[in-house]
C-alpha cells in the first residue's frame, strides 16, 4: 500500500507584534483563527421562544429543551421555563449532549411528567471536551408542577440538548494551548464552548482545569497549581484581553511568566484577542512570549518518482532531498515519512521490511516483522513501526541502533490499520478494529525524561468509520484525514480532533493523503496519479508518482 503524505500545519490566528507585556510569537504552531480587528461569527443562527401561557407539560419541556440555544445570561430563556423553586438549581454547563433532532420523541404522564428520548451522537463536558458516544436511545426525566396556572419544570437534569445541525452555531472549537515536555512546541488541547464569553471560558480551563484525560501525561502547563484566574473573568476591550492572577503569579521566575505569556497568547487568538496582559491587582505582570518552534510544512508535495525522492517542484521535475534521495535508490519504497531536520526517512520496502534512510545516504532494516504497516517518524528521530494484526507490538526504534516496546498501545483492537504522529510529537493517532469496527483513535505519547517514548496513554475514540479505513495523515495540528473504502465507495474522512467529521467522495483508487500548509489536500492513486483537491473537485496534479510521503516538519534553516 502507498504512504499518505505531509501533514498541513494551519493558517497563523494573528501577526500582530504587541508590546512588553503581551505579543505574539513570531513562531511556533500555525492556527486558524479570527484575523485581527476581525468580529466573531454570531453565536448562533435560531432564537429561543419564550413559554407561552396554557401550554402542555409537553410542549413547555420541548421549548426548554429548544431554548438551549440562546447561552446567553447563562441561558436566561431557558431558566423561564422552570419553577421558581428550581431555578438557580439547574446547571446548563454542566455538560452538553448532542443528538439527531429528528429522531425525538416525548411522552407525557398525567401526572406533570415527561420523558424525552434522544439518540445520542456525541457529549461535551463541563471543561469543554468533545466524546463521540456509541448512539442508542437516552431517556431524560422531567417533573413538572403548576405555578400561577402554567406549568412549570420543577427537575430536569443538569446539561443542555443541542441538535447536531445546531451545535456547531452555538459552540465553537478553541484551542488550549500547552506545551510538549520538551518546552520546544505548542500543543492545541481542543475545547468547545460558546462563543459568548469566550475568553473567559478559555481563561479558566487553561489556567484552573487540566489537559485533557488522554493527553494530560503528554504535555506540560507553565501555570502553577498556585497560580489562579483573578477576578474569574477576562476583560476585553476590542481585541485586548486582561486576565487577572493571584499573588502567586509575583514569585513566579521570568522564564515561567514567558511561558504562560504564550500559552494565553496562542489560546485567545482564535476568540479574536489579538493583545494579551496578564495582571496582578490591575498590574501588568512583565512577560513575552516564548519562542517555540514551528509545525509548518513545504507546500509541495513530496514523492517518489523514478527519477527521485523530493518535493514536486514543476511538471515532473522534483527537488531531490539530499542524502535521503540516494538512500531511496538502494530501496524498493512503499511508503516513506522524512523527519522535520530531512536527516531520517521511514521507510516501507516492497519486501514488506521498514528501514531507516539517512541524509548520509545510508541505509538500515530495522524491522523484519511480518505484516507491517507504513511507519512514522518522531522528532527525536526515532522509527515507530509495528504489524497489523498486532496492535500491542508496536515498537519505537532509535537512532543508536536501540528498540523500545511502546506499551498500552490500542489495548481493545485487533487490528491497525495505519497511524499517523503529530508533527510535535505528543500525538498518535490510529485507524484500528475495535469490535469489528474500523475507528480513529488517538493516545498521547509517554516519554521518559530524555525524550525517549515510553508508551501511550489511554485512547480515545475520535469516530467510527463508514467502511474500512485505508490511510491516516494529520492535515493540520488539530484535524485528521483519512481515506476509506476502495472501489466504487472511497470517501476522505476529514476528523476534527475532539470534534465533529465530514466526508467528501474521492477517487476509487485512492490509496494515500496528504495535506500542505494551507488547505489544499492531495490524494495518490494505485497507477500513480497525483490528484488534488479543488473545492469539493478532486483534479490531477500529476503522473508517475510511485510514493506519496509525508514531512514532518521543516528545517529550521529554513523556516
Not at 511502546?406 to 500525538?427: C, E, F, Q
Request: negative net charge; contains cysteine.
Amino acid at each position: 500500500m502507498l504512504r499518505r503524505a505531509a501533514a498541513v500545519a494551519m493558517a497563523a490566528a494573528v501577526a500582530v507584534v504587541l508590546s512588553a507585556c503581551a505579543g505574539l510569537p513570531t513562531s511556533g504552531p500555525v492556527f486558524a483563527g479570527l484575523q485581527p480587528g476581525a468580529v466573531a461569527p454570531p453565536d448562533f443562527s435560531y432564537v429561543p421562544v419564550k413559554p407561552q401561557d396554557g401550554a402542555s407539560p409537553e410542549q413547555i419541556v420541548q421549548g426548554f429543551i429548544d431554548a438551549g440555544i440562546g447561552p446567553e445570561s447563562n441561558w436566561a430563556i431557558a431558566q423561564l421555563y422552570l419553577a421558581p423553586s428550581f431555578q438557580g438549581k439547574w446547571n446548563p454547563s454542566a455538560n452538553t449532549t448532542i443528538d439527531d433532532r429528528s429522531a425525538r420523541s416525548y411522552v407525557a404522564t398525567d401526572d406533570g411528567q415527561v420523558v424525552l428520548t434522544v439518540t445520542q451522537q456525541a457529549t461535551v463536558d463541563a471543561d469543554g471536551v468533545y466524546k463521540t458516544s456509541e448512539g442508542g436511545q437516552t431517556p431524560l426525566s422531567f417533573e413538572l408542577k403548576k405555578v400561577d396556572g402554567q406549568w412549570r419544570i420543577s427537575k430536569a437534569p443538569d446539561g443542555i440538548v443541542l441538535g447536531a445541525d445546531q451545535f456547531t452555531s452555538v459552540f465553537h472549537q478553541y484551542p488550549l494551548m500547552y506545551f510538549d515536555p520538551a518546552w520546544r512546541y505548542l500543543v492545541p488541547d481542543m475545547r468547545w464552548f460558546p462563543s459568548i464569553n469566550a475568553p473567559t471560558r478559555i481563561a479558566t480551563a487553561l489556567i484552573d482545569g487540566k489537559p485533557s484525560g488522554w493527553l494530560a501525561g503528554s504535555v506540560k502547563s507553565a501555570f502553577t497549581d498556585d497560580v489562579s484566574l483573578d477576578p474569574v473573568s477576562v476583560a476585553v476591550t476590542g481585541s485586548t484581553g486582561r486576565v487577572g492572577l493571584t499573588r502567586a503569579a509575583l514569585s513566579l521566575d521570568r522564564q515561567t511568566l514567558d511561558r504562560m505569556q504564550t500559552q494565553l497568547v496562542y489560546s485567545m487568538a482564535a476568540a479574536g484577542l489579538s493583545d494579551v496582559s496578564m495582571e496582578y491587582n490591575s498590574s501588568p505582570l512583565s512577560a513575552q512570549p516564548v519562542s517555540t518552534r514551528s509545525t509548518r510544512i513545504d507546500t509541495r508535495a513530496l514523492v517518489q518518482t523514478a527519477k527521485a525522492f523530493g518535493f514536486l517542484a514543476s511538471g515532473t521535475d522534483v527537488e531531490a532531498v539530499k542524502g535521503i534521495s540516494d538512500a531511496m535508490a538502494k530501496l524498493h519504497p512503499v511508503s516513506a515519512q522524512l523527519s522535520a531536520d530531512y536527516t531520517t526517512a521511514a521507510v516501507r520496502t516492497a519486501h514488506g521490511t521498514v528501514a531507516r534512510a539517512t541524509s548520509e545516504g545510508e541505509v538500515a532494516v530495522i524491522d523484519r516483522r511480518a505484516g507491517l504497516i507504513d511507519p512514522v517518524v518522531d522528532p527525536g528521530d526515532d522509527i515507530w513501526s509495528v504489524p497489523a494484526s498486532d496492535p500491542h507490538a508496536l515498537t519505537a526504534y532509535t537512532p543508536d541502533g536501540g528498540s523500545v516496546k511502546i506499551t498500552g498501545a490500542w489495548s481493545n483492537a485487533s487490528r491497525v490499520t495505519a497511524m499517523a504522529l503529530s508533527r510535535d510529537g505528543t500525538r498518535l493517532a490510529a485507524i484500528v478494529t475495535v469490535g469489528g469496527r474500523s475507528t480513529i483513535e488517538i493516545a498521547g505519547v509517554v516519554r521518559d525524561q530524555n525524550g525517549v517514548p515510553t508508551s501511550l496513554g489511554d485512547s480515545t475514540t475520535l469516530g467510527v468509520l463508514p467502511h474500512t479505513g485505508v490511510s491516516l495523515t494529520w492535515l493540520s495540528d488539530t484535524e485528521l484525514g483519512a481515506v476509506v473504502g476502495t472501489g466504487g465507495d472511497t470517501t476522505v474522512v476529514q476528523q476534527v480532533v475532539s470534534g465533529p467529521a465530514t466526508s467528501t467522495s474521492a477517487p476509487d483508487d485512492a490509496v494515500a493523503i496528504a495535506g500542505t500548509t494551507g488547505t489544499t489536500v492531495r490524494l495518490l492513486g494505485d497507477d500513480g496519479t497525483l490528484y488534488s483537491q479543488r473545492g469539493s473537485n478532486w483534479e490531477k496534479a500529476g503522473t508517475g508518482v510511485l510514493v506519496l510521503g509525508e514531512v514532518q516538519g521543516i528545517p529550521p534553516s529554513q523556516g
